[in-house]
């Protein structure tokens, strides 16, 4: 690539002597020059050009994300003397063969290190071919959820040294999503059920959403009502909680049903029974068997179980007023 660096700073060279020859008034030199560095510049430009189509890579170094090296993983970096040595098993999905592999690393972290910590400190030190799916880092995008010990939550706010037992630190991918590869898991189903319950505030008035003369004011009383619903990041740890969901994937879940009690609470909602007439049936609020798991399993205090209840006497209450209005 040595030739495409010489051509790009071969240009601001050019541009000087232009700026030089319009100060100095100089006319043939300069312009014999300029033409000289042109065809200088090309040369460079078409040589590496080609030496970048050229390039191949040598396939003997790389290693192949599809393919699952040793068992066992251990850093060899010398240990600080306010870390210690954590156990992590991690039970991957290997895409290929369509089975969970079990891969066992060691790897130093100190007492403020979380489990999404110590996977990324695998990932760069130990093993590049390990997925984890994370952004934030901070409980915020609600992108690592994966299961810990037994449970499902957040990697980035689990502390690694409190998640420590007898066999060190368990880790495997949430079992009520479809499966991609390693602790990855495919989300799709479970954005699709939180869609179809129409998560948006809908007003009959569809001009006043660009032409509202106010905003929409509520009182404390109102907010109050909707607000704890609305602290839902998706994270859908509440659906691998669930027992109903992980017996029978169809059910709608916690997550959606929570959002439904949430619009349905927001007084600045006019959508008024549709969402309850939608979920009106065992696949959506009557699936539900008050476990209560899914309230135990969220990292941001909904409580999906109890707006579930909730909303099972809101759709009574909607089946009762539409039976008055017939009679």
């Known amino acids: 690539m040595i030739f495409m660096y010489a051509a790009m700073g071969g240009v601001p060279a050019l541009l000087f002597l232009y700026l030089i020859s319009s100060l100095l008034l100089l006319k043939l030199e300069i312009y014999i020059l300029t033409i000289l560095i042109a065809t200088g510049l090309f040369v460079f430009s078409v040589l590496g050009f080609y030496e970048s189509y050229s390039y191949k890579p040598d396939k003997s170094k790389i290693i192949s994300p599809e393919v699952y090296r040793a068992v066992n993983y251990t850093s060899k970096e010398p240990r600080k003397s306010w870390e210690k040595e954590l156990t992590v098993k991690v039970k991957r999905f290997n895409n290929l063969e369509k089975r969970f592999d079990e891969c066992t690393y060691k790897v130093e972290a100190d007492k403020y290190s979380t489990v999404l910590g110590s996977l990324i400190k695998i990932k760069e030190r130990l093993d590049p071919t390990l997925s984890v799916r994370y952004s934030c880092r901070m409980g915020i995008c609600g992108s690592c959820g994966m299961v810990v010990n037994g449970k499902p939550v957040l990697a980035c706010e689990t502390n690694a040294f409190e998640s420590i037992t007898e066999k060190g630190i368990e880790v495997e991918p949430m079992q009520a999503q479809g499966m991609l590869r390693d602790l990855v898991v495919d989300l799709d189903e479970f954005f699709e059920k939180h869609k179809s319950v129409a998560p948006y505030l809908f007003r009959e008035d569809k001009k006043e959403k660009y032409e509202a003369k106010e905003a929409y004011k509520q009182t404390k009383e109102e907010l109050s009502k909707y607000l704890p619903y609305s602290y839902c990041i998706m994270?859908?740890?509440?659906?691998?909680?669930?027992?109903?969901?992980?017996?029978n994937p169809?059910?709608?879940g916690p997550q959606?049903?929570?959002?439904?009690?949430?619009?349905?609470?927001?007084?600045?909602?006019?959508?008024?029974?549709?969402?309850?007439?939608s979920i009106d049936s065992v696949l959506g609020v009557w699936g539900c068997e008050f476990a209560g798991s899914c309230s135990k399993a969220c990292p941001k205090g909904v409580d999906p179980a109890s707006a579930i209840q909730l909303l099972k006497g809101e759709v009574v209450k909607n089946i009762v007023i539409k039976d008055e209005k017939n009679d």
């Open 256 to 277: 959606a049903l929570s959002q439904v009690y949430r619009y349905h609470e927001d007084s600045r909602d006019q959508k008024g029974s549709q969402r309850l007439e």
């Open 250 to 252: 169809e059910f709608i």
């Open 235 to 247: 994270c859908s740890l509440c659906l691998d909680a669930c027992p109903v969901v992980n017996t």
